[in-house]
């Protein structure tokens, strides 16, 4: 039992793997065995050094065929595809321009595909990678505001406010989930997500008078730790959750649950 949350052996592609979550992300499977690909635009900085088991590939995830290129190349040095983390995503209409009032259609529609549309492209791409191996999991990064709205009273000029898409899109990803999990689960693929809580990055964590507030919204009284999302990550690309499927992981300090 105590290797069924070994990633030894399993080739793992993580979009958005360069950001401030999924650097963390990436170093975790790295140590606990896997040999991952981190799909990104910006290049990966992070302080792990196993070349053979990292690998950077940029990657766009508003292009199809950027996608196919990335999961192309994975399948030609690697072999195969086990698992696809989908944590890429891209924003529109943040601030003064991205009240529900004022938001044009444009900002309104790309905000919706960074959230989901990365999410349904990456999916449906990786579908065929699967098919080969008998079998796969995704993980979606969903977030807790695809589950209940930001406390707007709390944001005022923080600039950490997250626009109506957002959370509309976040939204859309756990659903998406569900809906993967039920019409992917024929071809043995399991399909599940993790909505995080509060993960201020490091321009957010200096805004003492915001973060107070962040930190009482929850009933541990803080705010997460990227390292604090590396648990839930780690059980759905291992065998420790090969009986889970459309489920949906929050990991939020119990900001939802009161």
Not at 25 to 50: I, K, N
Not at 131 to 144: K, Q
Request: proline share 4%; net charge negative; glycine share 14%.
């Amino acid at each position: 039992m105590q290797h069924i949350f070994s990633l030894s052996g399993k080739v793992i592609v993580i979009t958005g793997g360069s950001g401030f979550l999924g650097t963390t992300l990436v170093e975790a499977m790295v140590s606990f065995g896997a040999t991952v690909v981190v799909a990104d635009r910006t290049p990966f900085q992070g302080t792990v050094e196993v070349p053979d088991r990292l690998s950077f590939v940029s990657c766009d995830v508003s292009d199809t065929g950027s996608i196919r290129e990335m999961l192309h190349w994975t399948k030609m040095n690697f072999g195969k595809i086990d698992v696809l983390l989908n944590g890429a995503t891209y924003g529109a209409g943040y601030g003064p321009a991205g009240t529900i009032g004022s938001m044009s259609d444009e900002d309104w529609s790309k905000g919706l595909d960074g959230a989901a549309g990365t999410v349904f492209r990456c999916t449906r791409e990786v579908i065929p990678y699967f098919e080969e191996n008998g079998g796969g999991s995704i993980i979606n990064i969903a977030s807790m505001y695809g589950m209940v709205s930001p406390d707007s009273r709390i944001y005022g000029d923080s600039g950490a406010n997250n626009p109506v898409n957002y959370g509309a899109g976040k939204a859309a990803v756990i659903q998406l989930t569900k809906y993967c999990a039920s019409h992917l689960s024929g071809k043995n693929i399991r399909v599940n997500c993790i909505s995080p809580g509060p993960f201020p990055n490091p321009n957010v964590q200096q805004n003492d008078d915001f973060l107070e507030q962040l930190n009482s919204k929850t009933m541990l009284g803080r705010t997460g730790k990227p390292k604090e999302l590396v648990g839930a990550v780690i059980l759905l690309a291992s065998e420790a959750s090969s009986f889970m499927t459309g489920s949906n992981i929050i990991v939020d300090g119990g900001w939802t649950a009161w």
